[in-house]
C-alpha cells in the first residue's frame, strides 16, 4: 500500500505557517494537524493550573501533558481545538499563550507526548503538519519538508492584524518584541529547536501571498520523484 502523504511545514511565529498548511491539506485532500495548538493547549492549562513564566516545576507541566484529550473537529472552514471536550479555540490564541506555548515545548517529557500524539494522528490517514521541528524529529522520514519564514516585521504587523481582527489588540512593538523573544527561545532550547537543512525547501513569505506558497509547495509535492 502507499504510505498516506505527510507533509512538514515548520517556521517560526507568523511566518503564514497556519495558513498555507490550512489551504494546502484542502487541496491535497488530507487532515490538517496545527502542532502549534496542541502546545498551546497545553501552555493554557499550564497556566490556568496556577503555573507562571518563567517555569519552575516541569514535571507538573508533564502531568498536565498527559492527562489532557487534545482533538481536532473541523466546523465549516473552521477548525476548532478541544480540551477533554472544551472549545478553547480563542483562548489558545491570547498574546501571552504564545509565551507558554513556547515554554512547554521546550520541556522533553511535553514534547515526547505530543510527538507520538501527532505520529498517531498522522499514521492513518497523512496530513500536512506544521510547527516548529516536525520535518526534523516528527517526521524525518518524510520527503515533503518546507520551512516557511519572513522578516521580524512582516510576521509582527501579521500577528497585531490578527490580533486587532480578534478585537484583542495589542502595540505593534509589543508584538514584535515578544516575537522575538519567542524566536530566541524555539532556536535555543535544547530539544528540538526550531532549524531547517538540505532536506528542506525555504521559502520566504514576506511578499507573497499564502495563494502563491501553497501553489509551489503543491507542485513540489506533486512533481516526479527525478524532477522531471
Known sequence: MTPPVVVAIDGPSG??????????????????????????????????????????????????????SIRFETAGDQIRVLVDGRDVTGPIREPEISLYASAVSAIPGVRRRMVAEQRRLAAEHGGVMEGRDIGTKVFPGTPHK?????????????????LAARGTPQPFAEVLAEMETRDRADRTRPDSPLMHDETYVVLDSSERDPQAVVEEIERAIRAPADGR
Open 15 to 68: 511566518a503564514g505557517k497556519s495558513t498555507v498548511a490550512k489551504m494546502l491539506a484542502a487541496r491535497l485532500n488530507v487532515p490538517y494537524i496545527d502542532t502549534g495548538a496542541m502546545y498551546r493547549a497545553i501552555g493554557l492549562a499550564a497556566r490556568e493550573a496556577g503555573i507562571r513564566l518563567p517555569i519552575e516545576d516541569p514535571e507538573a507541566v508533564e502531568r498536565i501533558a498527559r492527562s489532557l
Open 146 to 162: 518546507f520551512f516557511l519564514t519572513a522578516s521580524p516585521e512582516v510576521r509582527a504587523r501579521r500577528r497585531a492584524a490578527e
